[in-house]
Structure formats: structure tokens, C-alpha cells
């Protein structure tokens, strides 16, 4: 995809994703273990994690088949197309830090896990982790699926212009 500025837009490779994890899981360990205690988790965000990832999987079935022109679907709008791969580019950056600060947390407490409040903090983290590396999955799903197909040009040859 290019504008009219010039600039292009390239699918997300998995360097910066890669790297945003391993980023994110520094923080993670750095936070875990310089703060006194136990980092708070909120068990709140697996649920929430989920819920977009599932949402964006959705989304991205859907678009797929739009772009596709299967039977019964409506064509999707350009700017609407654009919009989606902006929600999953950012949505790939967020999950992928979130992955590595979770999994991180996770990895800073797995020596104490004979203590309660350890092993809570543990699966808690470890559970967003997971749900981060879903959304993460479905991030980079709709992305691709915002793909125009290569054969589309080739149609859009075909059809009649203005004469």
C-alpha cells in the first residue's frame, strides 16, 4: 500500500514484534524484582486479552471473505481496509510487549512458586502472557488478511472504464 506522500506501508515481519518481546520481558523481570513484594495483576486482563483477540480473529475471517469477493459479501471500502491494518499493527505492537512483560513477571517468581501469593502472581501473569500471544496472533492474522489479492488487478483490468 503506498499514499500519495510517498511512503509505504509494509506487513509487520517478526523482527519488531520479537524484539517488543523481549523489551517487554525486561521490563518485566526488572520490575519484579526491583519493586518490594509482589507486582499487582490484574486477572482482569486475560478476559480482556481474549475478548479483542477473539474480536480481531472475527474481524479478520471476515475481511478476508470481503476481499475475497466470496458470494454474499459486500466489497469493504478502502479507507475501512486501512483502518483495520492500522488496529492491527497497533494491536501487534501492544500484544507483543504485553506478551513479554507478562511472561517476564512470570519468569521473575517461578523460584518461589512453593508460596501462594507467588503462585497466584505466576499463573496470573502466565495467563495474560498466553492471552497477549493470542491477540498477538490474531493482530498479525487480520493484517494479512487486509491483503489485496494478486489477481485483483488483473480484474480490475478487465472491467469496463469510462471510454
Known amino acids: 500500500m503506498s499514499g500519495e506522500g510517498g511512503g509505504t506501508l509494509t506487513p509487520t515481519g517478526w523482527r519488531v514484534p520479537a524484539l517488543l518481546v ?7 523481570l526488572l520490575v519484579a524484582n526491583s519493586v518490594s513484594g509482589l507486582p499487582v495483576m490484574p486477572w482482569s ?12 480473529a ?6 478476508a471473505r470481503r476481499i475475497g469477493r ?3 459479501t459486500e466489497p469493504i471500502e478502502p479507507l475501512s481496509a486501512a483502518r483495520l491494518v ?10 507483543s510487549l504485553a506478551l513479554g512483560y507478562f511472561a517476564g513477571t512470570a519468569l521473575a517468581v517461578t523460584e518461589r512458586l512453593d ?3 507467588h503462585r497466584e502472581v505466576f499463573l496470573t501473569a502466565l495467563g495474560t502472557a498466553l492471552a497477549a500471544g493470542l491477540l498477538l496472533a ?4 487480520l493484517e494479512y488478511a487486509c491483503r489485496v489479492p494478486e489477481n485483483d488487478e488483473e480484474d480490475r483490468d478487465d472491467t469496463p ?3
Open 22 to 28: 523481549l523489551i517487554g520481558a525486561m521490563a518485566g
Open 115 to 117: 508460596l501462594p501469593s
Open 161 to 163: 472504464g469510462p471510454a
Open 138 to 141: 490474531a493482530a498479525l492474522y
Open 58 to 63: 472475527f474481524t479478520a475471517v471476515r475481511t
Open 45 to 56: 486482563a486475560i478476559p480482556t486479552l481474549l475478548l479483542l483477540a477473539f474480536a480481531e
Open 86 to 95: 492500522a488496529l492491527a499493527k497497533a494491536s501487534a505492537l501492544f500484544a
Open 70 to 72: 466470496a458470494p454474499g
